[in-house]
């Protein structure tokens, strides 16, 4: 089945009206040889500085820079998120081809691949690049989805994807110009 993952649930209906996804499931909708689902957003995150290292919790001048020697994401904790999370991993996992229907900038692009990568998903990506939920707009789409490196589209999804990737695992390298290390030398912690 083809597993269409927009980023919010009107979206995906929108999506799967459009596609004949008519039956509505827990999570997603299917029909037509089709699931469509959606991420409500943002389902992962970065890892905080103590998922890699339990020392970390607490910002210290000493431990800085804090660069874990990979960077990894969760899913965000929250119930619901980990229900829909559940249910996408599933369909990706078993999908035979994945439709990327999220927003078509740098963060639609992160919040998809995020979910790719944490599901684990060794499907096929194309990548839905609309700029309106019309009908007419969502049927050209599918008509002329970006296929991997066959399509000369792929470079500009896959630049994004770069540009995103590069863009948020700094954040994870403090700056001591601002933020938490700035924070700690002007006002020294209480204890813990």
């Known amino acids: 089945m083809k597993v269409c993952i927009a980023e919010k649930p009107s979206v995906a209906k ?15 909708y299917e029909g037509n040889g089709y699931q469509v689902t959606w991420t409500f957003g943002h389902l992962c995150t970065l890892k905080e500085p103590n998922d890699y290292l339990p020392e970390w919790k607490y910002w210290d001048l000493r431990k800085l820079p804090m660069i874990p020697s990979r960077f990894g994401i969760k899913v965000i904790d929250d119930e619901g998120i ?49 700029s309106s939920l019309t009908e007419e707009a969502i ?17 500009q999804v896959q630049q994004l994807w770069t540009a995103v990737d590069s863009f948020d695992t700094p954040a994870m390298q403090p700056n001591p110009a601002d933020g938490e290390p700035a924070t700690l030398k002007i006002y020294p912690p209480l204890s813990h």
């Open 14 to 28: 929108d999506i799967a009206a459009i596609i004949g996804a008519n039956t509505r499931k827990d999570g997603y």
């Open 82 to 130: 980990k229900k829909q999370f559940k249910i996408v991993k599933q369909l990706l996992v078993n999908a035979e081809e994945i439709i990327n229907c999220g927003d078509a900038g740098q963060e639609g692009e992160v919040i998809q691949r995020w979910v790719f990568l944490k599901s684990g998903t060794k499907a096929p990506i194309k990548r839905l690049w609309i």
């Open 139 to 155: 049927k050209e789409g599918f008509a002329n989805l970006r296929i991997g490196r066959i399509n000369a589209l792929f470079t």
